[in-house]
């Protein structure tokens, strides 16, 4: 199950404000980020457990483990998967429409960053199987990971699905300058 978004929790007698030592989001420990009297953020980490939702536990010094009631829990959403991506290179300059196609890529608003090969692209539109995104220009031609981000689904890659090529006049300038 995905994981990788944070996690808000507020209330009373979960710590003092530095004291919270634990916190598990339906059986899965997450990673504490930052914590107040009346509040813990955390991580979400991944789930390999078949539960989805279930319960959240915070632990402190203070109040040992403070467990919400059946109605406060925590989901894990699917994972998202990329299965269509077009085209599958473009320009060093940018500027060219890619469509990313899958499942559970986000909400169908919350997707905030798409990387291609590891440089920004713009999002234009998006739903909860598509993205659509203006790729951004780069120096180097390279081909790496495809990395979606959103709120609901966290962190979605798929490797070697996009290339920025250099333009064959960019590669004469590039010999040229070597036995210059």
């Known amino acids: 199950m995905a994981g990788a978004n944070q996690v808000i ?10 004291d919270i030592t634990a916190v598990e989001l339906a059986g899965v420990p997450a990673t504490i980020l930052s914590q107040d009297a009346t509040s813990v ?14 319960i959240i536990a915070v632990t402190s010094i203070s109040f040992g483990v403070t467990q919400g ?11 998202g998967v990329i299965s269509q991506f077009y085209p599958n290179s473009g320009p060093l300059a940018g500027g060219n429409i890619v469509v990313i196609n ?3 890529l986000g909400s169908g608003s919350d997707i905030t960053a798409v990387t291609l090969a590891g ?5 234009l539109s998006q739903t909860a199987a598509s993205v659509v995104v ?26 070697d699905v996009y290339t920025y090529n250099a333009r064959m006049r960019d590669c004469i300038i590039d010999i040229y300058s070597l036995f210059a």
Not at 9 to 18: A, D, K, P, V
Not at 41 to 54: D, E, I, R, W
């Open 9 to 18: 929790i507020s209330g009373t007698f979960l710590g003092n404000g530095s």
């Open 41 to 54: 953020k955390v991580l979400a980490q991944p789930s390999n457990l078949p539960v989805t939702a279930g």
């Open 69 to 79: 009631n059946p109605n406060f829990t925590y989901t894990y959403n699917a994972a």
């Open 102 to 104: 899958g499942t559970n």
């Open 119 to 123: 440089v920004s692209a713009e999002i």
């Open 134 to 159: 203006m790729a951004v220009g780069t120096k180097h031609s390279v081909a790496d990971v495809v990395v979606v981000m959103s709120v609901s689904r966290g962190t979605t890659t798929s490797s």
